[in-house]
């Protein structure tokens, strides 16, 4: 038996502050320090450009701070280099002191579109000359790029459209390379992530399981309360690694186990041991409360 008991109410309370719902738009001309202090609140802003009003994670800081400069966030992101670009739940801006709890991942990362491994592998000589490339010219996009001789530019179907960008992709999910920053047309133009990163943080180790530990913990923290399979979501751990960690962090006092308002794991919850503490977006996590406890994807 649960020590501790929430109402559905109760919960989604503590969830919604969790997500920065809990106080007043900023009065006046949003600053930088206001989309800094909610992107590390969140953890992690997922990107998406496909957009009707404007691109998804744009809008995600609209419903928390109302009309700002978009221009404030891309200086944080590729000109102040406090965030960066990394795939977290999916492709996210994260702050830049979380990149190293994702090297493990990056070492073992799917490329994609999925099957171009292969073709990677039989053209080795071009994948390490694409990278050599950024090495020696700096910053580039993949139009700057060729397509290796005799082989078609494009990709049918996949999103990555040709074959210059998808080894890119390849390069930036293995952490080889980070996005410098975006075009006019939104286009990526990637560089070494060493060049990219700040030193402290691109040479920082740690330790596999304390990465998926401290990953859990700022999934506790933006949620506020959720069951296991929500947290393991926030950054796509497997459920059942997810759930050894949350018990020895259970153990150790960090979170506490609650009951009464989640249902998808037996009517039990977590909460993050924390004092007392819009408009709604696609791609919000404000939107994941009460998610059935059911992930168990293959990335961590």
Known sequence: MSRYHLSLSEARRIALAAQG??????????????????IRQLGLVQIDYVNVLAPAHYQVLFSRLGPYETSL?????YRRREFTEQWAHEASILPVESWPLFRHRMETHRVRPYGFERFMEQHADYVDWVLEEVRARGPLTADDLPEPEGIPRRIPGAWFGTVPRAVLEAHFGRGALAVAGRRPDLARVYDLAERVLPPEHYRRHVELEEAQRELLRLATRAHGVGAAGDLADYYRLPLRVARQRIAGLVGAGELREVGGFARGDGGRGLLRRLGA????????????????????????
């Open 73 to 77: 966030l891309d200086d944080l992101v």
């Open 277 to 300: 503490g819009p408009d709604f977006l696609i791609f919000d996590f404000s939107l994941c409360l009460g998610s059935q406890d059911g992930w168990n994807g293959e990335m961590g």
């Open 21 to 38: 719902f809990d106080r007043l738009r900023p009065r006046g001309r949003v600053e930088t320090r206001h989309l800094r202090r909610t």
